[in-house]
């Protein structure tokens, strides 16, 4: 009798590990093929393609090394190299300064109004690239720059004060874009840190310099490296400044060159892969010195739990001259760029302030971009587009990080590099790399909107999984075991109790990526084609053709639809992140 | 009822070595009772009780819940932890906090595989919430609870479910020492009042004494002892467990033979001959320990009529408010004893200290085994 009973337990024990196993791996499978799919293809094709001939109507394509030796061996690229390398270490050294010098009055000093600066710190986010860029050369080009005429109408003069098409006017300019993100991320160093090792040294008799210098700074040492190595990978592929400004003086970097070399005729897909390759090999030493930093930061950990604030110093009077350099920086990355747009936007043809100019103001930019065949359609697929692959890109990496975090599977440590390879595609590169492999593989992907789909979930897949992760490692492990003890099948505490509790970094990470993909230009300029512009490529399309008033009445538009949907995030992470802050 | 059969389980460390994580762990629990284990940080005590639960795969053995295998390895039988129907409690309770108090309790109705309806689930909730006196705060959000009530809801939750088996993982280490106290007088009550089959895992010796029917001592992955709380505690059959559960005096001790009273032995020591007691019998020459509470013992100014009684010295003195405690030099040996505060002699004072041959535990020297 009690043989029978337990065969019975042992046939329904099988039969429902059988059906466990069944949903819950077919979830895991199919998220982990995407990500190889998505991670690897684009990287295998960019290296098959560098060792190409460029095809031609008349001649295929023939294995070669050209691509390299070309690449490699000529003066050309010496200089390619040595721009780049002068272009980003600039911006780094340029952003890093300016950010770490505001988050430390933010942080540690009496500074007035820092509250509000901090809540404005997010603003710069709602200026895309292009947007910042074209803003700056209305104001700091040597013929039509406002800062120019200004300069000379006071002095009299002719003399060129400020020239944006430099190589320090692209420093000036990118490492300003890039300074906000300096800031957060030393704010976030700086509040990490355990107050008492600063109280310490300041009882030990040193002064405010002493203890920001020797202390602050040196404790932040990983930090200031790390910050340093993003903002380096994230200029070397930046796009917008080295091709707006870069390219019509010829001072070529290797994203203006890797452009350069598909839009000339024929196309030199196999030199600007080779160039591609060359540029990947440089943001991946510097994504991977970055990963081992944040690994094994141990050593320096100065996290601890303790949730007071540390005793800000007091500055005197100079806390009036650093809330001016608080003005004055937002000034520079905000209100000028703004105002510059806002005020062309009004104008029939560009022209520069002036009370004649006062008398010209229209609203035939607006009504030129209301009218603009493509802008419906760009405008629907950019929505489409950045929604989209927002919700595909959280609810993949949901999963993803659930096996990374919260399982034992071996080789799981393999599929978190697998995810987060795509930090080191340079925008343009992994446009150049999806372009290669469905050109290729012709299935009817090529030229719809899907290869761009394609190319948004491989480029933000890194941000899903990184905010994930950090929602996910807060979930104690017990919490998702209590539902499994509750009779909870995998599928259902996943839904029931993983998500729901994922929620406050589903949602911040979802607004992030529908933020940045809106933003987009640089691996969409390589994919799109009519009918499947975004509006960035709209934006860009209207320089090319030299409509600058109607761009920025686009431009107004944009920025103010993307501050909407910043203030709409905001709000629902308070919301949201606080009440399950636990 | 419960039935653990030759647990066996290792897993790798970080350093990749193999760490034997229970050993040949059986024990039966029968129906209604209250079973706990009991060891340090590391013996293996919470690994069991997953292996039970089914959260984690032991290496082998066997375990089944009345006519039911949950695990066998001989069998290949693995059954999941949602099909086991198993009630537990985690030490961090584990509360959900995106749901109500009631969402919470009736969570594990709500996904039943046998489709449980609405009224019925209200009915089930709202009563195993009244017993443990969570029904006015049902629509409470989670985490707007108190660290005892959070604690009483993970047990509603446990119970909600009708478990054939309640396993509780250190359910009271979060708490405050007074409302541990408290909270342990209700977890017995409840326990008794349901007869729940329970198996209950601590640190703390004192949970394990208030709370048991039975309890297994374990170390380095092993039970060291199972036995009633007050066996225990009064006949620790080594040097582990006298010294892990409770505090204990040890004296290297030679026998040296059998007293006219049964299980009473004379015994060799560094501070003169003594009378202990043993369980297995002994015979002369035998190297063993003599473990004695230092509750057990008597302080008194006067030479005391009774035997095992020794001079000593007092070395230091711990007033704790509701006994003092006292360090007394006896030769070259330190003795803690532990009295009523009533009797305090100052440091340096000479005084006697009397010790019960019944409660000087003879108990095989490992020390000495291991040596040999």
């Known amino acids: 009798m009690s043989g029978l009973a337990e065969s019975a337990a042992g046939a329904a024990a099988r039969q429902s590990l059988w059906q466990r196993l069944d949903l819950k791996w077919a979830v895991i499978g199919v998220s982990v093929a995407i990500v190889a799919y998505f991670a690897l293809v684009p990287l295998v094709f960019l290296f098959w393609q560098s060792f190409f001939t460029p095809q031609t109507a008349t001649k295929a394509a023939e294995f070669t090394l050209d691509n390299y030796g070309k690449a490699y061996s000529s003066l050309e690229t010496a200089r390619l190299f040595i721009n780049s390398l002068q272009f980003a270490t600039g911006v780094a050294i340029f952003a890093f300064t300016v950010g770490t010098l505001l988050a430390w009055m933010n942080e540690r000093t009496n500074t007035p109004f820092k509250a509000l600066f901090f809540s404005l710190s997010i603003i710069p986010l709602v200026i895309p690239g292009i947007l910042f860029v074209v803003a700056w050369i209305f104001l700091g080009s040597p013929k039509i720059g406002i800062i120019n005429l200004v300069l000379q109408n006071w002095f009299g003069t002719k003399y060129v004060f400020v020239n944006v098409y430099s190589i320090w006017g692209m420093i000036w300019v990118e490492g300003l874009h890039y300074s906000p993100m300096a800031f957060l991320l030393m704010t976030a160093a700086f509040r990490s840190m355990d107050p008492a090792m600063e109280e310490s040294a300041m009882m030990s008799g040193a002064n405010i310099l002493q203890v920001a210098w020797r202390i602050t700074l040196k404790l932040s040492w990983p930090a200031i490296f790390a910050t340093i190595l993003i903002l380096f990978v994230r200029s070397i592929e930046s796009f917008e400044v080295p091709a707006l400004l870069g390219l019509p003086v010829g001072i070529e970097v290797f994203t203006s060159s890797i452009y350069r070399a598909i839009h000339q005729y024929p196309s030199q897909i196999g030199l600007a892969s080779s160039y591609a390759v060359t540029l990947l090999l440089i943001t991946s030493v510097g994504v991977y010195f970055q990963s081992r930093l944040s690994s094994q930061g141990n050593k320096y950990s100065t996290m601890t739990g303790k949730g007071f604030r540390p005793r800000t110093i007091d500055l005197g009077r100079w806390r009036y001259a650093a809330a001016a350099v608080f003005f004055g920086y937002f000034l520079l990355i905000v209100v000028l760029p703004f105002l510059v747009l806002l005020w062309s936007s009004f104008q029939g043809f560009y022209s520069v302030p002036s009370m004649a100019a006062l008398k010209n103001l229209t609203l035939d930019p607006y009504r030129f971009i209301f009218s603009y065949p493509t802008l419906a359609q760009s405008v629907w697929n950019s929505l489409i587009l950045a929604l989209g692959s927002a919700t595909v890109i959280m609810l993949v990496t949901s999963v993803i990080c659930w096996i990374v975090v919260k399982t034992k599977i071996p080789g799981r440590w393999l599929l978190d590099n697998l995810a987060s390879l795509p930090m080191v595609f340079p925008g343009l590169v992994l446009g150049l790399s999806i372009m290669i492999f469905y050109l290729y593989f012709d299935v009817g992907v090529y030229g719809t909107i899907w290869i761009m789909f394609a190319a948004y979930i491989t480029r933000f897949l890194p941000y899903g999984l990184r905010y994930n992760t950090t929602s996910m490692l807060q979930i104690h492990k017990e919490l998702e075991e209590s539902a499994q003890m509750s009779g909870a099948s995998w599928a259902t505490s996943f839904r029931r109790i993983i998500l729901p509790l994922l929620k406050p970094g589903l949602l911040a990470g979802w607004i992030y990526i529908v933020i940045v993909s809106i933003r987009e230009l640089a691996a969409s300029i390589l994919l799109y084609s009519p009918g499947t512009e975004v509006v960035s490529i709209v934006i860009w399309e209207l320089w090319e053709n030299g409509q600058y008033v109607e761009l920025s009445a686009l431009g107004v538009l944009f920025i103010i639809a993307l501050f909407i949907l910043v203030m709409l995030a905001q709000y629902v992470g308070k919301k949201f992140g606080i009440k399950e802050a636990r | ?372």
């Open chain 2, 1 to 372: 009822m419960l039935s653990v059969k030759a647990l066996f389980t290792e897993y790798p460390n970080e350093r990749g070595e193999t760490v034997k994580a229970a050993q040949d762990v059986s024990f039966d629990v029968p129906e209604g009772k209250l079973f706990t284990l009991l060891g340090p940080s590391g013996c293996g005590k919470t690994t069991t009780l997953r292996s039970i639960a089914g959260l984690e795969r032991p290496r082998s053995g066997e375990i089944s819940i009345g006519e039911r295998v949950v695990y066998s390895s001989g069998r290949n039988i693995f059954v999941a932890p949602n099909r086991r129907n198993f009630g537990m409690v985690f030490q961090s309770y584990a509360i959900w906090p995106h749901m109500s108090v009631f969402k919470n309790a009736a969570f594990p109705l709500e996904v039943a595989s046998a489709r449980v309806n609405r009224a019925e689930i209200d009915r089930k909730v709202m009563r195993v919430l009244g017993t443990v006196g969570l029904d006015h705060l049902a629509s409470r959000e989670a985490t707007k609870l108190s660290g005892g009530q959070q604690q009483r809801l993970a047990l509603a939750r446990a119970l909600t479910m009708e478990p054939k088996l309640l396993l509780l993982d250190e359910p009271l280490s979060n708490l405050d020492a007074k409302l541990r106290e408290r909270m342990r007088f209700e977890l017995k009550r409840l326990q008794r009042e349901l007869r729940l089959t329970t198996v209950y895992v601590t640190h703390d010796q004192g949970e394990a004494l208030a709370l048991s029917h039975e309890i297994a001592v374990m170390n380095e992955g092993r039970i060291v002892q199972i036995g009633a709380p007050r066996d225990i505690y009064e006949r620790p059959h080594n040097r582990f467990v006298a010294d892990f559960v409770g505090s204990a005096n040890f004296l290297e001790a030679t026998v040296i033979g059998r007293d006219d009273r049964a299980d009473i032995y004379q015994v060799q020591t560094a501070i003169g001959n003594l009378l202990a007691f043993a369980v297995e019998p002994l015979k002369p020459g035998d190297g063993v320990v003599i473990s004695l509470r230092p509750e057990d013992t008597q302080l008194s100014a006067h030479r005391p009529d009774t035997l095992n009684a020794f001079e000593g010295v007092v070395e230091a003195k711990l007033f704790l408010g509701e006994f003092i405690e006292f360090q007394i030099k006896l030769g070259d040996m330190l003795m803690l004893a532990r009295v009523h505060p009533s009797f305090s002699p100052q440091v340096g004072t000479k005084v006697y200290i009397g010790m019960n041959p019944e409660k000087c535990v003879a108990i095989p020297d490992d020390a000495r085994h291991r040596k040999a």
